[in-house]
């Protein structure tokens, strides 16, 4: 009995969690309320409040959860997660290793990039957010810093910058690929993103 109420409370989460993403994609983070969750959640308010202590919640657990989740990035003492295969990418530095990080990234493109989107709608009207999204991406830089650290490639203070350009190209790119006219397929498109990053981080 105890864990059939358990998996309940899971689904109910994650409904709640499935609902706010659909809203504040369609809708727009300022547009929904925590009623427009519940009821699209099929639940109540009241029982929203006992799995999220607000709407900002919600959407902090959509980025600690389903974008790492995504991104097969775990708990980190060192700097909240990391992805350890992006370290290794990284440390191995070769094209081949680069390009098949980079596409295998890429297919999670599709899940991570309304998350990012609703994440910086959100952050741009939410106090309690500011750092959401800049905070992931500050937690990435520094597995390719850590890569760069265990190839003992660079001088430590260029391994922070390099980390800095390396995910703004791949930032730009994950949130623009299917909407720009780049005159690239998209394997192409990654092709000349392996490059640089081949360049960047070697």
Known sequence: MANLRQAQKQMTRRLLLDSGLELFTT?????TTVDDI?????????TFYAY???RSELMRALIDERLNEALQ???SPEHG????SLVATVADGT?????????HTADSWPAIRPIIRVGRDAAAIDPELADLVERWLEEAIRDIEDGLTAA????????RFRGVLAMAELDYVAQHWDGADWKLTREQMLDELGASWVRLLN
């Open 27 to 31: 809708k727009g983070y300022a547009a």
């Open 38 to 46: 519940a009821t699209a959640a099929g639940t109540t308010r009241v």
């Open 52 to 54: 999220f202590p607000s």
């Open 73 to 75: 990035r775990v708990s």
């Open 81 to 84: 997660s990391t992805a350890r």
């Open 95 to 103: 094209p081949e290793a680069i390009g098949a990080w980079l596409r």
């Open 152 to 159: 003992g490639r660079f001088a430590p203070h260029q391994r």
